[in-house]
């Protein structure tokens, strides 16, 4: 399995504001992921985070809404950037280890 | 279509009963299909992990792949209380955790006591 950690647990926005979004894991990880969970809606991954190349992102995700940092092996960064009503939505960190997908506790994001 | 059906219930059932969670997709590129718990206000829970057709049994968890009929299952044995939560399935193409999941929105199950 994998201990993923994420930062901050939740937050409260105001419209046109960004927040960024830590996630660390215990150990090194090539593949990183971010999803959005909305209510009522599916897990929608967002993007595909490798060190050291660009995030691959999903259709309908955008690099300049969503920027995404893998520094490295560890850690990864999203940022949701100039924020509406509609991105208030649980965010989450997943890392792919030994074939399997484990997900961090999740950011519960509120923006008004 | 959505690629991935999963009825978002309720579904409540008494405790020892035996509970049965479905999915249906439309890609068949799919191959490898999982199962997560999902408690309230926490993240996802891996608990089955399996390849193309056929049955795998972990405990009181048993998950069925039915690729003819792109339909998968997770059935529970002797459900207990503590087995209330929504429960995800999810799905790839390839393996090895090398892409992201596609998953289906979840079913909330709730155990009588």
């Known amino acids: 399995s994998a201990v993923i950690s994420q930062k901050p647990s939740r937050d409260i926005c105001q419209r046109g504001t960004s927040l960024t979004i830590q996630c660390q894991v215990d150990?090194?990880?090539?593949?990183m992921f971010w999803y959005r969970q909305q209510p009522g809606q599916s897990l929608t991954l967002i993007a595909t985070a490798n060190q050291g190349s660009e995030a691959t992102y999903e259709s309908g995700f955008v690099i300049d809404k969503f920027p995404i940092s893998r520094p490295n092996l560890t850690f990864s960064t999203l940022t949701v950037s100039n924020m509406s009503p509609e991105d208030s939505s649980i965010y989450l960190c997943s890392v792919s280890r030994e074939g399997e997908q484990y997900f961090g506790p999740g950011t519960r994001l509120t923006v008004t | 279509q959505k690629e991935v059906e999963q009825d978002p219930g309720p579904l409540s059932v008494p405790e020892g009963a035996i509970v049965s969670l479905n999915c249906t997709y439309s890609n068949s590129a799919f191959q490898y299909f999982m199962w997560y718990r999902q408690y309230s206000r926490k993240g996802p829970e891996l608990l089955m992990y399996?390849?193309?057709?056929g049955n795998k049994e972990d405990g009181r968890f048993t998950a069925q792949v039915d690729k003819s009929s792109k339909y998968i299952s997770l059935f529970i044995r002797d459900s207990q209380p503590s087995d209330s939560a929504t429960y995800l399935c999810?799905?790839?193409?390839?393996?090895?955790?090398?892409?992201?999941?596609?998953f289906g929105k979840g079913t909330h199950l709730i155990i009588q006591p």
């Open positions: 399996t390849y193309s057709s």
């Open positions: 150990s090194q990880v090539t593949m």
């Open positions: 999810a799905m790839s193409a390839r393996g090895g955790g090398a892409d992201g999941l596609t």
